[in-house]
């Protein structure tokens, strides 16, 4: 029973060779000692830590007594490894897309877990920057703040270096022809001076703007100020009507500045904007406060003083609200834990990813390096140390790994620049710039990749156990030894179910994208805006207001609200059918349902098929409850029968009251006006009058050019509602077009990955069973002369390959099986199930895809001659 | 004799050799006398590296024995000291008793 062999050969790799024998001796002699000891275990863990322990030794001695340059490569070292380089263009290009793709895709993790996790505030004491979380109170004024409590908080929290506060500041611009919805904020007017901004133009905003009566200001972001003024220097002194108000232009900030919600304008936070002076009860809602804390003070002594601070103030306060704040960094994401884990897990995943791509490619180099035994036996004949080897091939793989990781830090800035530029509203901490902490994270995972996929390699080539080398680089074996067939099956299995998926997303989502609609989308303009918080009886008076408004733009034939649109999908609650009475109730089954107002169906440009629309009566109070179903529901739920006079209702467990069903009379049936795109099987919905909405949208049907209605729109509702925010006006063919890009990112993610690792698998196949015929010449050749039949040699050189491609197959299906199974949880939309061809087709490519690659060595094996063969060894 | 002298595991390791005599010292009886004499855990890591260094400086010297079946069939490597290790050591003890000089046998308490 000898010492452990992996012991053996981490000490052949880093003894000089005249103290080899002696220490292999005595790691072998002191293994035994153990072993009469102890149990087996323990030995095996005492001689090999003592092998590493020698190891590090002699490292350690040659490198601070001599011998540096037995480490670092020399001159000639790195002009080979570029050449060699050059040479095999397609199994380098190969390696270094493959590694590209892995380094890329986890800087890209790392860099968006820092951008979030780990992000630096740009202000000047950005670290000590904290905000109040409001915790929950009895009676939800949570958020409410009065004027005399901010006072005594901002006098007596001698924890915070300053305490300011906010208020969302959203607004439009009225303009002479046109309206633009800006994003705003009311700041105190003190806080430039510990934000530290200076103006391009002009003034910040000073602590006399916030008095009572003084002039209304504005101070501008550099973008709004370039977009709308073109980058006037008059612009100060401009008068802007934002939301009604009217105020002076006094400054220009540069794009740079950003707090605290990246805003276009920022506007003094009034004194007046918190309540009367001297009253509790007016105590507003909405404001946020946040400020630096002093050197020393962490959230926890801060939360802990404001905590005191607030008993205080309500004991001696009459009437105040029992209010308590948590202090946090202003950067905290809410469940920041849960994200922390996610954004943890996608990384360690992908980084789990790159070590199996650089296992691949460490496959691939083996093969290379077995071409080139001849030349290491001239080198180690020659005098070079296994350890010069090893440095050598790893210097090779490091050139490849160079090669990917440049590629892979112009990808991932790009990409990160991309994400910066489509993700709008992002908090203005975060930067998704890769930063010097992202450039040293590429450069360790290079170094280990490389590790993994050069140096492991090496020690195989270089190792003096030329028959277990033969063994372990046979296919099957390869760069990581037996656990190398379960990868390779794996990586077939995750590549057939990763395209298998890819392929039915892509399906889905054509189809989802095709789906038509049978609605004139392109006449229709749509937005969306938020009347929540007016109270039903309020926003229902402003919608009606804006609806006339709208109606009244020449060219505008009809307009309606309601809480979706076509092609974005509403709930779909279990809805039930009343039979005819004394039979029992029909099962409750999911349909889509649309609150909307008189008006919208025809903004959609639908008729009604029988009955009647929805009427401005349905929507007085105590009116009869009523619905309009479209065709698909009568054909599902009523068996094509007359619906008219039928009565529904909602068997949502969520919203049902105690008491008797209320129930809809059906008066009215619409055609199908894509209720569920994508999903046939919730095509069956209904519409019922709008009573409650927060967030609704609004559809008008125009004569002409639907986009050219824009201006118009903005403006009309402007005048009735300034302080509305359209959001999102766009022609009705681009409604859920967010859908549509973010299930197509996912389908080109999943898609990429599993044509990275079909690449891989074919690649590794190919060079794995070439390395096997390279080696075994002599023993085909003797085959061959001795009669073996073609099919014979085939067989032998390309059988196990085809086992493992087999079975990864056949793992793949099942794996892409149970994927598709999870898909309902994956995808917004339902994608088509009636797709059963789709996985073993992509298995059975797979499968052909690598027979074609092993085949390809097996037929060279085949021009073998039987003398070249006895020959060549 | 070494113009820096020896530090103070190298002096352990010639005496070792010293004590265990010529062609009987190797790795695994030097750490093996150093632990029974000094109680000290000698690792046998720091003792490669350290007779290397001597052999470089040219106080002890090294040949392989003969092969042996519980050694994998491998030879140990044999030490001798060298007439100026010898002188080395003599130097370090001449250094030694001259700082030691008069002083008082030091008590557990004065550390």
Known sequence: ?873 | MGKQGLGEFELLVLLAVLRLGNDQAHAVSIVDEIRARTGRDARRSAVYVTLQRLEAKGLVSTRMGEPTPERGGKGRRLVRIEPEGLAAVRATQEALRNMWGDLAPLRPADR
Request: aromatic share 6%; charged share 20%; glycine share 12%.
């Open chain 1, 1 to 873: 029973m000898s010492a452990p062999r992996w012991a053996r050969a981490l000490l052949r790799l880093c003894v000089p060779e005249p103290r080899l024998e002696d220490v292999l001796g005595d790691l072998d002699e002191m293994h035994h000692r153990r072993l009469a000891a102890g149990n087996r275990v323990s030995a095996w863990v005492g001689t090999s830590a003592e092998a590493v322990a020698v190891a590090a030794a002699f490292l350690r001695y040659r490198w601070r007594d001599r011998d540096r340059g037995a480490f670092l490569p020399s001159l000639p070292e790195f002009r080979l490894a570029l050449r060699l380089a050059r040479r095999q263009p397609v199994l380098n290009v190969t390696a270094v897309l493959a590694l590209a793709t892995g380094l890329g895709l986890s800087t890209g993790a790392f860099t968006l877990m820092g951008a979030f996790l780990f992000p630096t505030v740009p202000l000047p004491a950005g670290d000590r920057l904290v905000r109040f979380m409001a915790a929950p109170s009895p009676d939800d004024q949570r958020g409410r703040m009065s004027r005399a409590r901010f006072a005594a908080l901002k006098r007596d929290a001698s924890v915070l270096e300053y305490l300011g506060a906010y208020r969302d500041g959203t607004l439009n611009i009225l303009g002479e022809d046109d309206v633009e919805p800006v994003r705003g904020v009311y700041l105190s007017a003190d806080a430039f001076r510990v934000l530290g901004y200076g103006p391009i133009l002009g003034r910040t905003l000073l602590p006399g703007d916030a008095l009572a009566g003084a002039p209304p200001v504005v101070v501008l972001r550099e973008s709004l100020w370039i977009r709308r003024f073109g980058g006037d220097p008059d612009v100060l002194g401009r008068v802007l009507d934002l939301g009604g108000t009217s105020r002076q232009v006094v400054g220009v900030l540069p794009d740079d500045a950003g707090f605290p919600n990246t805003p276009d304008i920022w506007m003094p936070l009034g004194t007046d904007a918190l309540g009367a002076e001297g009253t509790e009860g007016g105590a507003v809602a909405g404001i946020g406060l946040w400020g630096f804390l002093r050197p020393g003070a962490t959230p926890e002594t801060a939360t802990a003083r404001i905590e005191a601070l607030s008993v205080g103030y309500e004991q001696a306060t009459d009437g105040a609200l029992p209010l308590r704040f948590r202090v946090v960094p202003f950067t905290m994401v809410p469940q920041g834990g849960l994200m922390q884990a996610l954004l943890a897990g996608m990384l360690s995943v992908i980084v789990a990813v790159l070590l199996v791509i650089a296992a691949n490619v460490g496959n691939l180099v083996s093969a290379r390096t077995a071409a080139r035994r001849g030349e290491l036996a001239v080198r180690t004949a020659l005098g070079a140390s296994r350890g010069r080897l090893v440095v050598q091939l790893f210097l090779e793989v490091l050139v490849l790994g160079a090669v990917a990781a440049v590629v892979a830090w112009g990808g991932t800035r790009s990409a990160m620049g991309w994400i910066a530029r489509s993700v709008d509203e992002m908090p203005f901490w975060v930067d998704f710039t890769p930063g010097p902490g992202s450039l040293t994270f590429l450069a360790a995972s290079t170094l280990l990749a490389c590790v993994v996929a050069g140096v492991l390699p090496a020690l195989r080539a270089t190792s003096d156990h030329v028959g277990a080398t033969l063994r372990a680089t046979a296919w099957g074996g390869g760069a990581l030894g037996r656990g190398g067939a379960a990868m390779a099956i794996l990586q077939v299995a995750a590549s057939v179910a990763l395209l298998g998926t890819a392929l039915v997303a892509v399906r889905g989502l054509d189809g989802y994208a095709r789906a038509k609609v049978d609605v004139p989308t392109e006449r229709i303009l749509t937005t969306g805006f938020w009347v929540g918080g007016r109270g039903a009886d309020s926003a229902g008076t402003l919608l009606q207001r804006v609806e006339e408004a709208t109606a009244r733009i020449p060219g505008v034939r009809s307009v309606g609200v309601a809480s979706a649109l076509p092609r974005i999908d509403p709930p779909a609650p279990p809805v039930v059918v009343e039979s005819a009475p004394g039979a029992p109730e029909g099962e409750a089954r999911p349909a889509p349902v649309v609150q909307a107002r008189p008006g919208f169906l025809e903004a959609l440009g639908a008729g009604a098929v029988m009955g009647r629309l929805l009427a401005p009566e349905d929507l007085v109070p105590g009116a009869p409850r009523v619905a309009v179903v479209n065709e698909s529901f009568v054909r599902k739920f009523l068996g094509g029968g007359n619906p008219l006079g039928r009565r529904i209702r909602s068997a949502d467990p969520r919203t049902d009251e105690a008491g008797p069903p209320l129930w809809r009379e059906i008066v009215g049936v619409v055609p199908d006006l894509g209720l569920s795109v994508g999903d046939p099987e919730l095509a069956a919905g209904y519409y019922v009058p709008m009573d409650d909405a927060a967030w609704v949208y609004m559809a008008l049907h125009v004569s002409g050019d639907a986009v050219r209605f824009t201006d118009p729109l903005r403006r009309a509702v402007a005048e009735v509602a300034p302080d509305l925010i359209l959001t999102r006006v766009h022609t009705l063919d681009r409604a859920g077009q967010e859908n549509v890009t973010a299930l197509g990112m996912i389908a080109a993610g999943l898609t990429v990955l599993g044509g990275m690792t079909l690449l891989l698998s074919l690649a590794s196949t190919y060079a794995l069973v070439a390395f096997t015929v390279s080696r075994r010449v002599r023993e085909i050749g003797v085959r061959v002369a001795l009669g073996a039949s073609g099919g014979n040699v085939v067989r032998s050189v390309v059988g196990r390959a085809s086992l493992h491609l087999a079975a990864g197959g056949a793992l793949g299906m099942a794996l892409g099986a149970v994927l598709l199974q999870l898909k309902s949880g994956l995808f917004v939309f339902r994608v088509p199930s009636g797709d059963p061809w789709v996985l073993p087709l992509v298995a059975a490519l797979m499968v052909a895809a690598g027979a074609a690659a092993s085949w390809i060595p097996a037929l060279r094996a085949l021009r073998i001659s039987p003398v070249e063969a006895l020959r060549s060894e």
